[in-house]
Structure formats: structure tokens, C-alpha cells
């Protein structure tokens, strides 16, 4: 047996036409157009290439891209000021801090500093708090308007299109990075799975992913979940990005994998290309907001 | 074989000294006293009978107490309008908004409304946020100073001063409320547990808690959690207050559990005298927080 193949880039092919359409139907509306602004300090190579990808897919769908940019040596309070001007600029409605942060830069300082109806990667405690709060999915939030960080995000999107029910299911999240694998958590909560969060002090990592009917993968360690770790039939998101001598691998051993679950997600062309989905639809979600 | 039954009445009793030596030593050092406010609306007998307690408590303490009630008729925007009094008045440290607020009352934004500094039940989204991104108890935090949920944070109390090593166990928490079930879950996975959280469509719950090493139940259903549900040696908290015919009973079927569990905490006695507790814990910390 094998199984589904979850691809996301599939998925993000029909979903940049949605965006375009969003975003024709709110230039339409307000004679100006949602935009991001990106925080870069330094030049770390995974860093640029990133801040490029993204100028090329917002440009591609109509939206506004700035990068703004600041040598490796900028101080704290140098990274402060852009992050204020930038929230007190009426014509930016979306912020993202690129890390890594030069060293020595007081990093929760800066997600504190930044604007939280701006933050569209969903990294301001208030946005992580209110994420936490949120009552489940169809009832009211009991919370103010939130964004969630745009990767996690991703990987539920993918879930939602393909119709899985999450409803009472067990899903077991490996890796508790506040960027995916908790935020991961606490989203699949939202849709009444049963969350189980694992990490690297788990005892019995195996077992634990043996008794999941929804697996997601965020360690970043290639190739670490083999596929006698997977319950047969069960979906397998893989949020890991790295590489193997040269070639981009997941967090799952896919080739193993793919023979046990139901559905899996592939490394690369699974949630990679979803972040930027998700990333553009919060930029155009914080325009709307701000304009309301 | 019987549990060790975990006593929170007695933990209480030794922690009050220790207290008690903590607001004096902070009034030796400052001449002024770490003081709460509490805000009631309307007259609900639970919240009344549990302001009058924590009236108490704090006054027997040598800790500042001051009660503000409104009318069960007051709008939101006098609630908001007294919380931001109370957050620009220096001489108060703490702030703590009684449940239930009165029908009508969009609690989200009165919770925004208070300042995260002086939050010491640790309900304000920015305080949930800095809980959940935190990094794991001993590392550095990576985020600023925040407050903890004053049940849970007792419920953590317990297992430490126990002696309860919590890494690589696996900690089941049963129900999701954003005042315990959730904070409890995050607090558990601070201390390097595998953190499973349950809920009302959690599919196979019997099943789910018998794998726990660790099992917190924060339901609010009279004697929910049997004997057969419970792994041999388990170490039980019990955050239930529900009442049978007019006697005080927790969410544990105390009399099958204590035969099965390793160690439990009783309903009364065991999380219940840790709570006002931990909050007076926390009216210290923010009041030195806010005089360094």
C-alpha cells in the first residue's frame, strides 16, 4: 500500500489564484495595496535567499514587499527604531523579523517591540497568548483578532483541503520550537484533536508516534521518523527542511513512510511552499483589519 | 497498596511562613507593602465567598488587600475604566478580575485591558504567550518576565516539592480550560515532560490516561476519573472542585484512585490551599518587578 501524496505545492498553485483575486477585490476597495515589510540584520546566506523568494512571490501576486535592511553590527536599539517606524508607517501592514538576529541581539525584545495587528508571522506574545486562549474552531474565539505563525498554519491548510476530520484524533507533534511545532499544537487543539506534544526528552519517541492518527514532524533532524514509527493509515505532516549531501530531506523517512500512512507530506513540495501562502493571506487579513 | 497522599493544606501551611518572611523582608526594603486589587461586578455568592477568603488570607499574610465591586450592572466601560485606575495607581502591584463577569461583558477586552505587569493570575494573552514561547525551566527563557495561572502554577508546587521528576514522564492533562488545563499542559512541558492534552472529544480518554505517568485533571466533573483509567504508581493532581449532595469532591474518584496511584493529591486539601498561595507568591514578584 501507499499512500496519499499531500502535495503542497499543488496546493499553493490554486490557492496563489485565490490570493490574487483577494488581493485585485481589495486594491478594488481601497486604491492601495497590502505590504509587507522585511527585517533583515546581517547577510546569512539561508536569510537572503529567503527575503528574495519572498519579494518574488508577493510581487507575482500583486501584493507590496519591502526589504528593509541593516549591516550585522546593528545595535539593539538600531533594530528597535526600524521595528517602531515601521509599526507607526500606516503604509505597511505586515512585519516579519528575519532571523537569525546578530548575536547578542535580545531577540524577545524586538517580537515585544513589534506591533501585534502587524505581526504576521505570529510571534508577539500577545499573538501567541491569544492563539492559546482561542476557544476551538466554530465557536467564539473569546479573544481579540490573532495571527498564527505562518508554517504550522500551512500544514493545517493542507489538512483542511483535504477534508481530514480532526475531531477527537490523536495528533502527536514532534519538536517544540514556538515557531511550529507549539503553535502546531495548539492549532490542531483548536480543532478538537487530542494534542500530544514530543520532544527531544521524550522517553519513548517510537511509541508515542505509533499511537498517532495525525503525525507532525518539526525537529529538523533528517530523515528521523522511520516509517515502523507510523501507524498504518495515519497522516504524516513533515515540517523538516534539511539537507543530505546536497539534497533537501524531510524530518520523516519518506520512502519508508509513504508505505505505512495514509496520507504524507513530501520534502521538498510539501508545507515549504505553504509558508508563503499563509504568510501573504495574514498580510492581506492585517490590511483588512487595519482599514476596517 | 495505597497512594501517598499529597497534602496541599500542609504544603500551604509551611509556604505561608516562608511568605510571611518575604513580605517582610520586602518591607524592611521598601517601607511600603505588595498589594492586590480585586474586581468584582455584581455579587455572585462563589465570587464573594472567594474574595472574603482571599481577603483573609492576605491580611494574615501582612499583605496589602483592597476589594473594588461595581454593580452587577455596570457597563464595560466602567469595568475597563476602573482597570485602568487601578493599573496607573503605583501603590497597587496586583490586579485580579473575578469570574463571572456580569452577562453582556466582552471579558477578551477587559483581560486586554489589564496591565501584563500587574496580571498575577496571569490571564492577560501577552502572560500566556511568554508561558507558552518560554524555553524549558533552567535555560534561558527567551522571553521577558511573565506571570503563570495561580491554580496550575500550585498544582507544579506540589509534584516540585515532591520531588516529582518531571522529564521524559508523560503528563496527561484532562481538560483544556485557558485557566488551567491549558497553562498546566504549557507548565508541564516547561519541565520536560511528553504533555498530552485531553478534552471532551478526546476519542478513547480511559485508554489515554492510563499511559500517563503523570495525570491532572482540570474537567469539573464529580468523580470523572476511575480507578481503571489510572497507571499503577501514577502520580495524580486533581485540580477538581465539584460538589455531591453538598460534600466537597474533585474530578478523581479519590477512593478507587488512591488504591491504584503512586501518589495523589485529595479534593479538599490538596491543589485548592495552593492557589491563593501562588498568587501571593506572585503579588511579591511584581512588586519587586515593578520597584528594581
Redesign the interface.
Known sequence: MSATILSGSELAKEMRQEIEADVAEFVGQHSFTPTVAIVRAGEDPASVSYSNALEKSFGARGLGFQLHTLPDIASQQEIEELVSQLNANATIHGIMIQEPLPRGID???IK?ALSSDKDVDGV???????L??AAPTGRPA???P?FAPATPSGGMEILKRNSVNL????AVVVG?S?IVG?PM??LL?RE????????S???DLPG?CR?ADVLCAAVGRANMIKGSWIKPGAFVIDFGVNFVEGVMVGDVDFEEAKEVAGMITPVPGGTGPMTNIMLMKNVIAAARRQTE
Open positions: 531577540e524577545a525584545v515585544d508577539h506574545p500577545v499573538n501567541t497568548g491569544r492559546a486562549q473569546m479573544v481579540g490573532f475531531q477527537g484524533k490523536h517544540r514556538t507549539k499544537a495548539l487543539l478538537n484533536a487530542t494534542v500530544s506534544l514530543c520532544h526528552q521524550t522517553a508515542m499511537t
